[in-house]
């Protein structure tokens, strides 16, 4: 270094120094400020927003740095600035960073959170999103639209933000090609968390889209590295890839329910990513759609998934399709990638009249799948002459239809560094690794920002007794934590005037032999409210105090709209004398809630004038629907006038999953016989996604009315008794398999209230071995 | 008086002089203040709420008092102890009086605000609630029930009350008869102030209810005396007698759409009641429904109403009718009444194949029915040989189909004191009198607390211009007043970024000749919330900015209850271009909420892939709909894919009267031809209780579909031309009246994209002589 050098560069620290407002230049506390200072910055510099909380702040960070000096918005210290109430963060200009804010607490009135661009014209270039947070900040109504973060213009990096717990209508982010300034765009999209997004029960709960129908033959040209997708489980699309000439590598895909879908454009390459299902259900992998994608070097583990989101699908197109439905396969490879346990790998699927063209030139080979308990796990849905098959790999007892280019190999797991499961044979010619770039919790997202989850379980707190007599259910429900669990006195009458209303997970039960009693004045006795779960074991419930007008319910959700899941359990219960007036329900929900799981099990229903839950309030016929998994099993139901459920989801999309459906050793008996029963039926399902109806008895009741409509449902009709009551009614064009529909005449044993089937080989036996109708103990 | 006694009043003067608290003796600040003093309280007392807002009280005034010293709950000063949030009041025990508390600002959490009893085993006897006012003390969702008073025990009296505003589902005030103490009851409901309760749209808008059909052949003898019943509108029962030995007497019915309905029990006397129409549309009188129930001396003048809300209505009866069907008329007296201008007077009404029991040993005698324009206002349903017909007199132009008992005298009328119209002629022989004792606005309610409207039409207010730009309109609104009007610019583009959130009555107008044009970026430009009401006048809307996602609407209600109806006028608009994703409707509501009117005149429709209005939101089918007015007028609709209107009104309540549907004039081009319109219509009506449409000409389109139900339903459909349409379906029991269906090919006219008929007489005028379709201005 020559002396005037040295000089120079003493000078410059000197100035630096003692500049006065080294300590947090250009510090900023209101919007106000903000935008005063906005309108004075020069490349280089800085605006910090001060600590503390931003309310309804929604900012525009307009100006032009250079790429030796951007400009940089970020925050006096890390995690301590939050976004919240209506805030939102437009981004215009060029080289620009912006780095550590926190959006928490609030939704945006717009359509982004984070948007790169002001206006269409507007748009962010060069330019860095890096180390922000947007944590659960949902707009309230469910069904109302908006976007996380939406990518406009060119050459910008998303990296190491954490991003979780999106719970409204909308991709979580997207990347825009409306515009010609935003294609072949040469964004990066790397390190970033995406952190749990729970099922939508609808379409538009993507994580990630880049591109449009409307700009499908578009060059996108984004790179999408090292991203970890943590249980994204929105819909069946995690990634929706709609564009051409993207790259998605080394990101990770934990126990996300859907697949990478190649949707839209060509030209993908999918390089080197995983995905760890864990044998959770509908955990999927990767589905190819179009023309010279590029699938290599991918490692899949423990998928459940089956149909669209199988481990890897290959789907049918349709012929000279329109951009927006399904261009056929064409010119894609899929080679070297790994299956351990994975259970469905599918080629054309979604085979039908519309999705006739099967795959052309492309290649499947080089792939090593593995499965110690299902033997074949491929499923071929149209013709696969247009799929070359060479030197893939199959466990020593595996085994598939497809004549060539596979072989059984002795096939060893051994762990990798990551704890990942890889297989090791002698014929396995180059070793399964997995890249150290690849994502994981530890290197994405930010370090100040925690990930762990805070969902609280039922039955995770402490006990609380509840004294029988007025409202005391009421105070104590006022008094109690997520997960308790409230303990009724053992034959105790609970009058409830007003109604318990349930934000947080709760259980009530009878301890002891003689269930306590629950009697209510409102319309309804609980009301689940946002963020509520509900366990009921082994309470009687009364309907004889209840309002004389239609429409009451045991059990309701909010009437407006829910933007957690929520979950019911009940076990053991009773519920009778709900006839005060027509339409009482057991449960009944509202548009815009949507239940995870509801179970009810050896409980009873006596005398009763509408149903046991009425999920059918999704009428837009869009596709959502109220409940995932619904479930019914060794239940008594005597004398409801309505339908004993109602399933409804319209709409022919297919983007979800569910609801998947469990009727099992039930016993119906007069069911559905009620003049208001406006379906005629004992069960009315319209949609469902997967049927399980099996060892049931009905006994003069009305009939299961089934309506298939979309998505090759699975549906299973088995060893049912009917007496005296209306056959199985199915319509629309899917397909179902129904056996062993007995129509026989069970006894009836009237003081333990249950129907027998006899051992009889005519009359039958449940599908396990067991008798018809209610099991036992 | 002796001087001793003279010496004990001055001593006794002086105590009190000088008794520490006597300026409020058991002032209470708090709940717990309260509850304490109670223990204390001796009879004699009072317990005196301090001035305040007491948010959340739930008061037990639970004591005994005793005749000469009953024990009273009062304020500190009328009209400023105000009860707010979640506070209600139960009353129990003997010789109580409670007086002066005002609830508003809130609702019960139970199902009274305030009650006669603690619980079913503790009433209130003897005792007095006066001068309390609810005002709009409702649950903010519309479908929860709750009532407002609930009146139990024996010998009480509510007298000077305020009650007015109740807007969610219950009668407002209840005279319980569940258990044996509270049956012939002799309590005094006089002097209050029922105030405006506006159409609810569905059952349980009743004002007052004594009884149910549980409990209908119980004696309740309760006396309801000269109370005003200022508009409530609730249903189609403004009282719903259930009960026997009832007196109604000296009763102002003020432009009430609805009738005092006898409608279970008997032996009930109606005297002197004076019923104000005001020629208001659905204006009605006395419905009589059982045995031996007098009608006497009541006036009647200038009510509009017909079927079960005529101004004077005797129902079939269901032969030996279960309790809570309708028990036959038998020896029922209907005498010396008075109907002024009044248009429907009906005998047999209801008659069905269920209802077919005509009145018997009945009678209808010294009646004067006096009407300027319509000369029959009689209408016959069933066989009348069971009704006496005697001395009654028709105005001179008046006839009537009934064969004795009329005669027509020279009427003259004359105003008397109250401004009532009195018919005055030498054939009447006892002059025709209101009672002194009859309810005015002015001797009923408190004097302390207004009367006065609060509600504030569009229009009304400021005129406010807004600028051409992104979300101007957004930041008008929040500035904006009720009723102001915002004036757009001439041919300006609004973008909005944000919906624009209507919550008080606003009008937007484009001033001159060129529309502005608004565009939307979110699912809906506009939101109507709770007391919002909406005007647009001469605007352009264009959905290509719009989101693509199923669902969006240029307008939409507020996804929760709106617990007040709001109107939505649209005249001389143009919408356009909104398909940009399938199901984008103009007009999309939710459950729980209800418009009073809903008139689209003058405005185009042109390429939108749903529907105008989707009115079909209450699926529970329990007699709710979504609007009570829809009036479409001279619109242009060409290429909309869903049904330009889907109207819904499930179940057979008979207890409220609308939808009453408009559709004139209009030209539907290529309408409903979608794959996703569900309901294969053009127009899709279902359970409508008026339909007129007329005139419009359906060129390449679906069908009108109507569903007819319940509520002998008037149905018009005439002089509508169908070119390459589908014909009428109508399905259900009810009667309609179509005529002139012409199927005829109308001139198109491209450049002014309307469509003529002709004047050839084959191919028809409208029904007023005009053209068919557009009205040319």
Redesign the interface.
Known sequence: MKPHHLLFSLLCLLIFSFAPNTTTPNLVHTVEEFEAKLKQVQPGDSIVLANGVWTDAELLFEANGTSEKPITLTVEEMGKVILSGESNLRIAGDHLIVKGLVFKNGYT???AVISFRK?REKIANNSRLTECVIDNYNNP?R???DYWITIYGKNNRIDHNHIAGKKN??VTMIVGLDTEESRDNNHKIDHNYFGPRPTYGN??GETLRIG?S?HALEKSNTLVESNYFDRTNGEHEIISNKACNNTFKYNTFFECTGTLTMRHGNETLVDGNVFIGNNKPSTGGIRVINESQTVINNYHIGLTGYRFRGAFVMMNGVPNSPPNRYVPVIDSKVNNNTFVNCDNILFGAGSDAERSQAPKTSEFSGNIIYNETKKDVFTIDDDISGITFKNNILGENSETTIEEGFKNAKIKLVKDENGLLIPTSSKIKSKVSISPKIATKENTGTSWYSKADNYIALNSGNTIKANAG?NTLYEVVKVSKPGDIIILEEGGTYLL???VKIDHPLTFKTNGEEKATILF???MAFEIQNGGSLSLENISFNGTKS?????NSVISTS???MIDNYKLFIENCEFKDMVVN??FDVLRV???TFADTISIKNSSFKNISGSIAAL??E?????AYNVEYFIMKNNAINDLQGAALRLYR??KDESTFGPFLEVEHNVFDHVGYGK?N?YDAALSLYGVQEIDIKNNIFKDSKAINMHLVVGEPIVKVLNNALSNSEKLIVTGDQKYEVDNQWEVAPEFDESSNYLLSTDSPLKGKGTDGKDLGLIKN
């Open positions: 009135p717009t359509n206006s109504e069904q109302v639209q209508l909308g379409n538009g449009t409307h007025i005037t007003k109604a004045e409102r319309m309002p004389d007008y239609a429409g009437k407006t709209s027509h339409s509202s548009k815009g059918d309030k009428t837009d016929d869009i596709g319209g709409g208001k406006k």
